[in-house]
């Protein structure tokens, strides 16, 4: 399996920007019981949890990204795309792609790291004033 991000730019406060990650070796699908999500580290920081979204479409955000990033799938479900919008400075990251399969067995478990198998190499978001 093979996850590639890539959209990362640097942005002014207020911005937007859509990230993809394309997969391969991995069909996401509503057959398939899976997760997809993405993921940021700021320097400094750990890794947290965005935004995640399960084989049925359910989708879960991060309180700090509500009403401003959307996660989504393309028509081949070989895209991941995560859209921002509004975006502040402390969006500013690298943001991963990470999978799974089968689901988390807790909803609740969606947006933790340790949970997923399978990631990208990252791509970098900056977002200046």
């Known amino acids: 399996v093979r996850l590639v991000e890539s959209g990362g730019d640097s942005v002014q406060s207020g911005g937007s920007l859509r990230l993809s990650c394309e997969t391969s070796?991995?069909?996401?699908?509503?057959?398939?019981?899976?997760?997809m999500a993405w993921f940021r580290q700021a320097p400094g920081k750990d890794r947290e949890g965005v935004a995640a979204i399960n084989n049925d479409d359910e989708t879960t955000y991060a309180d700090s990204v509500k009403g401003r990033f959307t996660i989504s799938r393309d028509g081949t479900n070989k895209i991941l795309y995560l859209e921002m919008t509004s975006l502040k400075t402390e969006d500013t990251a690298i943001y991963y792609c990470?999978?799974?399969?089968?689901?988390?067995?807790?909803?609740?478990?969606?947006?933790?790291?340790?949970?997923?198998?399978?990631w990208g190499r990252g791509t970098q978001v900056t977002v200046s004033t």
């Open positions: 070796g991995f069909t996401y699908n509503r057959g398939t019981s899976s997760n």
């Open positions: 990470a999978g799974r399969f089968p689901r988390v067995l807790s909803p609740g478990w969606v947006l933790r790291a340790d949970e997923y198998v399978f």
